[in-house]
C-alpha cells in the first residue's frame, strides 16, 4: 500500500494535503466548529452525477470550505473556476480560499465569510416569512 504524505495537525487521525488545510483545521477546532475533512458528495457536473471531496464540510452549517493552493497555473485556475460555479449549480454554499485568503487576520475574516452565509440564510427566511403572513392576512 502506497504511504500518502499529508500535513498534521497533531491529530492522528487525519493527515492533510498543504498547511494551509491544517491552518483551516485548527482554526475551526479552536472556534469549536465541527468539520468533516474530504467527506464525499454527490455533485452534478455537466450532466453527470459525480463524487467529489471538498477539504472541509461544516455539518451544523451545511457549508464546505476549498482550499485551492496553486498559483498563477492557467489549467488550475480554469479547474478552480469551473469547480466553485458547479459548487453553486448544485445548492452548495461554501467559502473558496487561496493562500491570498489566509494573510492578516484571515480567522477573523473566514469567520464573518460563515456568519454572513448564515445570516443571509436568516435574511431569506425572515423575508418568506413576512411574505407568507402577508398573504394570509390579506
Given at each position: 500500500m502506497k504511504e500518502q504524505k499529508g500535513y498534521s495537525n497533531g491529530n492522528k487521525e487525519?493527515?492533510?494535503?498543504?498547511?494551509a488545510e491544517v491552518q483551516i483545521a485548527?482554526?475551526?477546532?479552536?472556534?469549536?466548529?465541527?468539520?468533516?475533512?474530504?467527506?464525499?458528495?454527490?455533485?452534478?457536473?455537466?450532466?453527470?452525477?459525480?463524487i467529489w471531496y471538498p477539504?472541509?464540510?461544516?455539518?451544523?452549517y451545511s457549508v464546505i470550505i476549498?482550499?485551492?493552493?496553486?498559483?498563477?497555473n492557467s489549467d488550475?485556475?480554469?479547474r478552480t473556476k469551473h469547480k466553485i460555479e458547479t459548487y453553486k449549480q448544485n445548492g452548495?454554499?461554501?467559502?473558496f480560499l487561496t493562500d491570498r485568503s489566509l494573510k492578516g487576520d484571515w480567522p477573523?475574516?473566514?469567520?464573518?465569510?460563515i456568519e454572513?452565509?448564515?445570516?443571509?440564510?436568516?435574511?431569506?427566511?425572515?423575508?418568506r416569512r413576512g411574505e407568507n403572513k402577508k398573504a394570509c392576512q390579506g
Open positions: 487525519r493527515d492533510y494535503k498543504s498547511g485548527r482554526l475551526l477546532e479552536k472556534s469549536g466548529i465541527a468539520y468533516r475533512y474530504e467527506q464525499p458528495w454527490a455533485i452534478v457536473d455537466r450532466g453527470k452525477t459525480r477539504d472541509f464540510y461544516l455539518p451544523e476549498e482550499y485551492f493552493g496553486i498559483n498563477g488550475y485556475d480554469e452548495i454554499e461554501g467559502l477573523a475574516r473566514i469567520m464573518g465569510q454572513d452565509i448564515l445570516k443571509n440564510r436568516l435574511d431569506k427566511f425572515n423575508n
